[in-house]
């Protein structure tokens, strides 16, 4: 499993529980169902954008999320048992592959988009 479904498979984890519905999520972070649901799917890649609001929501250190996720992914902070600063091994890798996802995404919508336009 690749680091972006680790994550949303924890959250969707944690989501249930906690006793939440989609719907609930979405009223919490202010976004619409439809929104959540693509990012608990994987379908899209916000959660880094809520993630502070996600880590309040369930009452979990950044540590504690991260603890199971990733292949060697590590994290050291003061609330770590490790102690010291923060930093991630081999993150910037897993994360290249999301990027691409997301242009690939991007890309196939603005291509969509435009030819709607030209059919008008």
């Known amino acids: 499993m690749d680091f972006e479904s680790q994550i949303v498979s924890k959250i969707k ?19 619409e169902k439809s929104v959540y649901a693509r990012l608990e799917t994987g379908k899209t890649f916000t ?3 809520h993630l502070e609001e996600l880590l309040t929501i369930f009452e979990i250190t950044p540590c504690k999320f991260f603890e199971d996720i990733g292949n060697n992914v590590v994290i050291h902070n ?8 923060a930093y991630i091994e081999n993150l910037y890798a ?12 991007k890309d196939e ?12």
């Open 13 to 31: 984890r944690l989501r249930r529980e906690k006793g939440f519905s989609q719907s609930k999520m979405a009223e919490l972070l202010n976004m």
């Open 78 to 85: 003061n609330n770590c048992p490790y102690g010291g600063n």
């Open 47 to 49: 959660w880094a954008k």
């Open 94 to 105: 897993e994360n290249i592959k999301s990027y691409e996802k997301i242009i690939k995404a």
């Open 109 to 120: 919508q603005i291509a969509l988009l435009t030819k709607m336009l030209k059919i008008k």
